[in-house]
């Protein structure tokens, strides 16, 4: 639920994304994931085969869920990182995909089961800030 401190700016375009950090053991899920999402307690990751998972909300703790931060929305600097080397391992092996590389996978909303649906084979590398290569199908 929005508060007063949320920003209440109106967006000219919605970014779901989902950021793999490789090097890091580390993933970013965008504000707009969780936004879209109704601003939910916790979401849970659901991989459901070799290159493509979900992000679904949920209101209690359960397996492979994560606390959406409470200063998510109320900072500019907010974020919501959730470090697993074991995710972001499997991950990119099942991929064949570089562990010391970025990548940004965009993701699709489905509004009748509310869930954000990831597909890793439509990424983007990320070297230094700037996209170097797309792979989007």
Not at 75 to 82: A, D, E, H, L, N
Request: charged share 30%.
């Amino acid at each position: 639920m929005e508060t007063d401190k949320t920003i209440n700016y109106i967006k000219k375009s919605v970014r779901l994304s989902f950021s793999i950090y490789g090097a890091k053991d580390s993933l970013n899920i965008s504000r707009d994931v969780i936004r879209i999402l109704g601003f939910p307690k916790f979401v849970s990751i659901r991989i459901k085969d070799r290159n493509h998972f979900a992000v679904v909300p949920s209101d209690v703790k359960e397996q492979m869920s994560f606390s959406v931060p409470k200063n998510l929305f109320t900072t500019k600097s907010g974020q919501f990182r959730i470090t697993s080397k074991g995710f972001v391992t499997t991950i990119l092996a099942r991929n064949n995909l570089d562990k010391n590389v970025t990548y940004i996978v965009k993701g699709t909303y489905s509004e009748k089961e509310n869930v954000v649906f990831f597909n890793m084979e439509n990424h983007r590398i990320v070297i230094d800030g700037k996209t170097v290569k797309e792979n989007e199908k």
